[in-house]
């Protein structure tokens, strides 16, 4: 996978990256940076992500964060997106699979 760029402005979630669930191990690397006033969460799922029932969980470390922050993802999960949970400014997510 090439890096991928997500962004939201204001609240409300992205479109989900789709993860390509037949690399192993999983490894996915990602950075988060902010510009203005945000709480943001990076969220994943086990759906189908392109179906709009996913069910979407939260990050273990990067949930309501409102700084640059970056983790991984070492299990496989099938899509990760990025939720502004409040502010007027803005989020990119910025990802990598190995």
Do not use: C
């Not at 996915?28 to 994943?44: A, C, D, L, M, R």
């Amino acid at each position: 996978m090439k890096v991928q760029i997500l962004s939201q402005t204001g609240s409300g979630s992205t479109d989900p990256v789709v993860v390509n669930t037949n690399t192993n191990p999983t490894n996915i690397g990602f950075g988060v940076i902010v510009s203005g006033v945000v709480n943001y969460t990076v969220e994943h799922t086990f759906d189908d992500p392109a179906v709009a029932f996913s069910t979407w969980f939260p990050h273990p470390t990067v949930a309501s964060k409102t700084a640059n922050f970056d983790g991984n993802y070492a299990f496989p999960v099938t899509g990760i997106r990025l939720t502004v949970n409040s502010g007027a400014g803005s989020a990119t997510l910025k990802l990598i699979q190995a």
